[in-house]
């Protein structure tokens, strides 16, 4: 109270032209004290910045990288990564990236161009989804599949040019992007490399409890009907992992419906009792709607490959759909 005294004394002397900022900030000082200013200790700045082109892949990403990397996804959550197109400020990300997730074997083949003319000399660039096509077996996990079968890879079957992209629909399967994602890290900054392989350890782990939850939860579900039904063919491999059986109207959103698949899928519906059909945010309803509606049986949600405000990461997803089957089928 003393020194602000002076202060005041002080003040009747300075000119009057003095600015009222440095008054300001006289009066402000000697109210604290006269002390130092508490400085604000700014937050590490990421080591390395990536794009990915989907929002499940930033999802592995952040698991793997946590504080360490910086992650923009191309297509928002919410959208269908099988028709997003690009933009002017997709470009510029790649360009400054140095890492660049994408799925591979077709799901994300709009980027192949942009990536060609926009990605740095010196960047990293990971297929999670690459070799997995191509595997025979491979041991992924100890003990049975939930199926009763050994745990394992296979080709995918029946889609396309014979290959399902959507991988991550088996937890295990998952393990393997995961891994693709922690190398392609290492290799792009390996003075972090102890990081990523700890966090890379520690989320394979909750992707081996997630399978073990699923396949536990999914028992509960009458074995005449484990069969999902969805707009687009996305649930081989979940279907395969857990014994269940999976149809679809299109392997792809841009396809059409054709009025032969509508009956063939109609029909086994009718024939197992199926109580439930499933849509997928990112699409329209309509055909599932009406499908449903003619068979008089429900319709359920389920979450193939984008995420939302209702579904924040890939175990959330993962946990939703189990959720939903039980609701709708069990």
């Not at 900022?21 to 910045?49: D, I, M, N, R």
């Not at 077709?106 to 926009?118: Q, T």
């Not at 990971?126 to 599949?145: I, Y």
Request: hydrophobic share 40%.
């Amino acid at each position: 109270m003393r020194d602000l005294l002076l202060l005041r004394v002080d003040i009747t002397h300075i000119s009057p032209v003095l600015p009222l900022a440095v008054l300001a900030g006289l009066l402000f000082v000697a109210a604290c004290g006269g002390g130092p200013a508490t400085e604000l200790t700014p937050s590490p700045a990421p080591s390395v910045q990536l794009v990915t082109t989907s929002v499940i892949l930033a999802d592995f990403v952040r698991n793997v990288g946590g504080e360490k990397v910086e992650v923009r996804p191309i297509v928002p959550p919410g959208a269908d990564v099988h028709s997003f197109q690009s933009t002017p400020g997709d470009s510029l990300a790649i360009s400054n990236a140095r890492v660049i997730v994408s799925n591979g074997l077709g799901l994300d083949g709009f980027l192949d161009s942009l990536l060609k003319s926009a990605k740095r000399q010196d960047s990293v660039h990971v297929v999670a989804a690459d070799g997995l096509d191509a595997m025979a077996v491979v041991a992924l996990a100890p003990g049975p599949s939930p199926s009763g079968r050994e745990v394992a890879l296979s080709p995918s079957k029946g889609r396309g040019e014979g290959r399902d992209p959507h991988f991550w629909q088996s937890p295990l399967y998952t393990v393997y992007y995961v891994e693709r994602i922690r190398d392609g890290l290492i290799q792009a900054d390996q003075s972090n490399a102890q990081v990523y392989q700890d966090n890379a350890a520690a989320y394979i782990q909750k992707l081996y409890e997630l399978d073990r939850e699923i396949a536990e939860a999914l028992s509960a579900v009458l074995p005449q009907r484990r069969h999902l039904v969805t707009f687009h063919d996305a649930f081989g491999h979940f279907a395969e992992r857990y014994g269940w059986k999976s149809s679809a109207f299109v392997s792809g959103d841009a396809d059409d419906v054709t009025p032969g698949t509508v009956v063939a899928v109609m029909e086994r519906i009718k024939a197992e009792g199926i109580p439930a059909i499933f849509t997928e945010p990112q699409f329209s309803p309509d055909v599932i709607g009406q499908v449903a509606r003619d068979a008089g049986i429900g319709v359920g949600t389920i979450y193939s490959d984008s995420l939302d405000t209702d579904v924040h990461t890939y175990i959330d997803m993962m946990r939703f759909n189990t959720r939903s089957l039980l609701e709708n089928l069990r």
